[in-house]
């Protein structure tokens, strides 16, 4: 393809390289995500949400070979087409959090950004590991059954957090917000 119709019709390469990484299908969609099922009131727990989050993007990035391989280049490298996908990945995650609708004085207490940054990293470099070596900590990151492990020990971690958040003022005699 000739430069001139790159510019006509992008603007320039970075702007071709944007609309590449979010029309390409490389990066699971919120949508496919978060798969919200609601509970006997028609609410979704907050940590049942935020678990259901984590979970979706653990599978749809396990399922996504091309994401997984974006995933690696935005470790080696920070242009072209890396930086494009890892400034749409910051704008979902964002998007994402925001979809959890948590109450802001849970989030005080929990910074629930950083507690998804840990979680999501932790389960990417695992899904990057299984890539490579296949192995991590003893666990065969090939079996099925260890990432269920996995998912497990995260709702755990999850779940805990939220309970710690919920109850934390019922310890120091305020009122909780669960």
């Known amino acids: 393809m000739d430069k001139v119709l790159i510019y006509r019709y992008f603007g320039g390469l970075k702007e071709l390289l944007g609309v590449f990484a979010e029309q390409g299908g490389f990066w699971p969609r919120t949508e496919e995500i978060v798969h919200k099922e609601p509970g006997p009131q028609g609410e979704i727990p907050r940590s049942a949400a935020s678990v259901a989050l984590l979970k979706g993007y653990l599978r749809e990035l ?3 070979p091309a994401a997984q391989e974006i995933l690696k280049e935005e470790l080696i490298r920070r242009d072209g ?7 749409i990945r910051e704008v979902q995650g964002k ?3 925001e979809s959890l609708s948590i109450d802001a004085s849970v989030i005080d207490v929990m910074d629930l950004t950083a507690v998804g940054a840990l979680l999501s990293a932790g389960m990417t470099y695992l899904l990057l590991r299984s890539s490579t070596t296949g192995k991590y900590l003893g666990m065969d990151l090939d079996s099925e059954k260890e990432w269920d492990r996995i998912e497990k020990a995260m709702e755990y971690i999850v779940n805990a957090v939220f309970h710690y958040a919920e109850h934390k003022d019922d310890r120091n005699g305020k009122k909780s917000f669960a």
């Open 81 to 87: 087409l890396a930086c494009e996908t890892a400034e």
């Open 62 to 64: 396990r399922n996504n």
């Open 95 to 97: 998007e994402l959090i």
